[in-house]
């Protein structure tokens, strides 16, 4: 087996092992915890609940990129579904806006944190792989698994 064939089925067994529905899932486990963080930063000291925009969301970021294992850019949506869900019950539970904060922080805060929830999600493919991943994603090797992988959930 040639250099080229071993990174290959390497580059393979990467884009085999990502999962979408594993990530959703573990998203989805893991926001009660990042909202029951929140409710208790923000019963600690109220001034830090805007902060916790960033923080739960490089939280949420890192909950896709451990289930998911994932390089396509879904993981990504996952992610800002899953922070934006997040966001929508710390607002609900009125833990999010406190003290005299103006909106183009909140704003400022609120782009900070989806944009590390995005970015975070997604594993980087390394420069030098570039070309292979391309390769193995247009040959149409992965169709398969990917049938597979959802009906074996």
Do not use: N
């Amino acid at each position: 087996m040639s250099v080229t064939e071993q990174s290959r089925e390497q580059v393979k067994a990467k884009l085999v092992k990502q999962s979408p529905l594993a990530a959703a899932i573990g998203v989805a486990c893991w926001s009660i915890p990042i909202i029951i963080l929140w409710i208790t930063v923000f019963s600690i000291k109220s001034a830090i609940g805007p902060v916790m925009l960033v923080i739960s969301g490089v939280l949420v970021g890192l909950a896709v990129r451990i289930h998911g294992r994932g390089y396509d850019r879904i993981f990504s949506v996952i992610s800002l579904i899953a922070y934006l869900s997040v966001i929508a019950v710390a607002l609900s539970s009125e833990v999010l806006i406190s003290g005299t904060l103006s909106l183009s922080i909140y704003a400022l805060l609120f782009a900070l944190g989806s944009w590390s929830a995005a970015f975070i999600a997604r594993k980087s493919i390394p420069f030098i792989d570039h070309k292979l991943f391309a390769e193995v994603y247009e040959s149409g090797e992965l169709a398969g698994y990917k049938k597979l992988k959802i009906i074996g959930w």
